[in-house]
Structures are given as structure tokens and as C-alpha cells.
């Protein structure tokens, strides 16, 4: 069981900066792929960015590509999203996400924890 707790949203100008952080409960933070999705109101959930469970392999949406970066500490339980360059269109709840897998997918539903989101506004 791994709990997952998303932090750092908030509202910033557009061409602005931020950082979220997704602290993991349990003692195998390490064995979990990480994920980021989001969720714009009236929009379905779209995949942002994955990381490995090494950290030596990431992907992003075509998106965000360029703009954001998804890191992890594995010492301390934490996956980051650092975003630069936010545009009105990133407006959305951001999720984190956790898969007891070594096979890397963009699909929500492969992954099998979810945090509760943290919203990110970007105002133009």
C-alpha cells in the first residue's frame, strides 16, 4: 500500500514557475514508477510525465515537452514536477501516481495509487 500526497499548486502568471512535490508513505518508494497526470475542468485526465523507477528513464506529453521536468529522490520518498514557462492552458488539478511495475505506460488506469491532486492555476 503506498499513500501519495501532492503539494506546491497554486496560482501563477503565465510564463511563471513551479514546483510540485508527491511524498510517498512506505518503505518501497523505490519499486513504483512515478507518473504525473491532469484534469482540466470539463476535460478528460491527460497524461504529463512519467519517471522510472530508477529515475534513469523519463517521458512527457508533447505538451509540456521542453518545459517541465519530472525528477525523483528516492531517499526521500518524493517524486517533483518542476514546471517553467506555464502557459493559461496548464490550468488544471495535477496528480500524482504510483505503479508496482518495471513496463512504463502513459495510461491512468495501469497505475494503482493516486494522490488527492493540487490545483495549478495560471492566470494570463
Known amino acids: 500500500q503506498v499513500q501519495l500526497v501532492e503539494s506546491g499548486g497554486g496560482l501563477v502568471q503565465a510564463g511563471g514557475s513551479l514546483r510540485l512535490s508527491c511524498a510517498a508513505s512506505?518503505?518501497?518508494?523505490?519499486?513504483?514508477?512515478m507518473a504525473w497526470f491532469r484534469q482540466a475542468p470539463g476535460k478528460e485526465r491527460e497524461f504529463v510525465a512519467l519517471?522510472?523507477?530508477?529515475?534513469?528513464?523519463?517521458y512527457y506529453a508533447d505538451s509540456v515537452k521542453g518545459r517541465f521536468t519530472i525528477s525523483r529522490d528516492n531517499a526521500k520518498n518524493t517524486v517533483y514536477l518542476q514546471m517553467n514557462s506555464l502557459k493559461p492552458e496548464d490550468t488544471a488539478v495535477y496528480y500524482c501516481?504510483?505503479?508496482?511495475?518495471?513496463?512504463?505506460?502513459?495510461?491512468?488506469?495501469?497505475?494503482?495509487?493516486w494522490g488527492q491532486g493540487t490545483q495549478v492555476t495560471v492566470s494570463s
Open positions: 512506505g518503505r518501497t518508494f523505490s519499486s513504483y514508477a
Open positions: 501516481a504510483a505503479r508496482s511495475s518495471t513496463i512504463l505506460t502513459r495510461r491512468g488506469y495501469d497505475y494503482d495509487y
Open positions: 519517471i522510472s523507477r530508477s529515475g534513469g528513464t523519463t
